[in-house]
């Protein structure tokens, strides 16, 4: 059975910082209170340009070139997301489209921020089983589009950007070992987008409510994070043979530095042991862990062999945790550039609108 390895990463966010001052204009709040209650000080904000795809293609880039690998070898791509552009087409086809990979199937899974981590036993799954080699798993996320920025509760909270690491079969043990996935949908009501899905469709009604925005009872959602954490956590390492001591690193999703302190403290780990960046890039959803990742790694955190356990909360009420033993890139060393071929996948796409356009003059429309 081969294992499934954590190869490449990669990060992108948007240009635009909003600080806690800036919000402080928009909304009755202040630096210090944000900054006590949540450990935030800035969130990056996505221009017109800077969609979910784009963030998540350019993150895909960074993590395939890290694995030393093209687009063309990718056999899936797999977007989590809470902020998808579409209902459908699924993001993750717009970022297949953005980096040209030929070969890739591609679709989105929601489980809001704990998406990373389905997203990522799934990619390891597929990758155990045989069935496929290599996976692309990208958390991509415009979360600002869904954020009212007249609402205290929720708009000092989130951010955008997007994060991708690419999984890889391999004969070596290692990689990804277990993880634990966990739902409780009585609890969707404490954090949601009420409009725009089936159940309540746009209308003007729904625009004039504001029910297009992201919805929260902050103290429900605080009160669970904290009661789940570090359960999770614990589940995921016990299940890979792993003791809390034996740990090198916890990756938490980057919600609120309270939740992250409360878990340290329930799992009996000093804070050292947990990567915070939260304070930069606020809650950016699926793509905190990744985002998280890159850094860790940056700053020498995480390094090859080190145990790692990725965690995470969110809407739904979803959760989930998952083991690993980082890897790095497996492939021998050579300098692949995957952005390169940005210009090849664009020509590619104008390319494949323009045959089928051609296709439908030629031999016309009907089946
Ligand atoms: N600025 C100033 N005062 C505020 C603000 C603000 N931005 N927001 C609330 N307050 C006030 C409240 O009105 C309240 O005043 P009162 O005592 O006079 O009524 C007081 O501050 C305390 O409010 P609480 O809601 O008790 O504040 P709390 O300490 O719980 O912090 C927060 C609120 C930050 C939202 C916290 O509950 C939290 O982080 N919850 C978890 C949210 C979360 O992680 N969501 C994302 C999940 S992941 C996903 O799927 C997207």
């Not at 614990?234 to 999703?253: C, F, M, N, T």
């Not at 793509?287 to 080190?306: H, R």
């Amino acid at each position: 059975m081969p294992y499934a390895h954590i190869t490449g990463w990669g990060m992108a966010v948007p240009n635009k910082v909003l600080t806690n001052d800036e919000l402080s204009k928009m909304v009755e709040t202040s630096d210090a209170w944000i900054r006590e209650r949540t450990g935030i000080r800035e969130r990056r904000i996505a221009s017109d340009s800077e969609t979910a795809s784009a963030l998540g293609a350019e993150a895909a880039f960074k993590a395939l070139s890290m694995a030393r690998l093209l687009p063309n070898q990718v056999d899936l791509i797999i977007c989590a997301t809470s902020s998808p552009e579409y209902i459908f087409p699924a993001t993750a086809s717009l970022i297949q489209d953005k980096l040209g990979a030929s070969n890739a199937g591609a679709f989105d899974l929601l489980a809001a921020c704990t998406g990373f981590i389905y997203a990522l036993d799934m990619a390891a799954q597929s990758i155990r089983s045989g069935a496929l080699k290599t996976v692309l798993v990208v958390g991509a996320e415009n979360l600002s589009r869904y954020t009212n920025y007249k609402d205290r509760n929720t708009c000092i909270l989130f951010g955008d950007g997007a994060g991708a690491f690419v999984l890889q079969a391999s004969e070596k043990p290692g990689g990804v070992m277990r993880s634990v996935l966990h739902s409780d949908g009585s609890g969707g009501k404490f954090l949601f987008v009420p409009a725009s899905g089936s159940h309540s469709p746009a209308s003007e009604d729904t625009v004039r409510n504001g029910l297009h925005f992201i919805h929260m009872d902050g103290k429900e959602v605080f009160r669970f994070a904290t009661r789940v954490m570090a359960q999770a956590t614990l589940e995921a390492a016990e299940k890979s043979g792993w003791k809390p001591d034996e740990l090198s690193l916890v990756i938490p999703h980057q919600a609120n530095i309270r939740i992250i302190e409360a878990a340290a403290r329930g799992l009996k780990m000093p804070m050292e042991k947990f990567f915070v960046n939260l304070e930069r890039y606020g809650n950016t959803s699926t793509a905190s862990i990744p985002i998280a990742t890159v850094e860790a790694v940056q700053v020498g955190k995480l390094k090859p062999g080190d145990k790692v356990v990725f965690v995470g909360f969110g809407a739904g009420l979803t959760w989930g945790a998952l083991a690993a033993e980082w890897t790095g890139p497996i492939l021998p060393e050579r300098t692949i550039r995957a952005e390169w071929f940005k210009p090849f996948a664009r020509v590619r796409s104008l390319l494949r609108r323009l045959l089928r356009m051609l296709e439908g003059i030629l031999f016309g429309r009907e089946p």
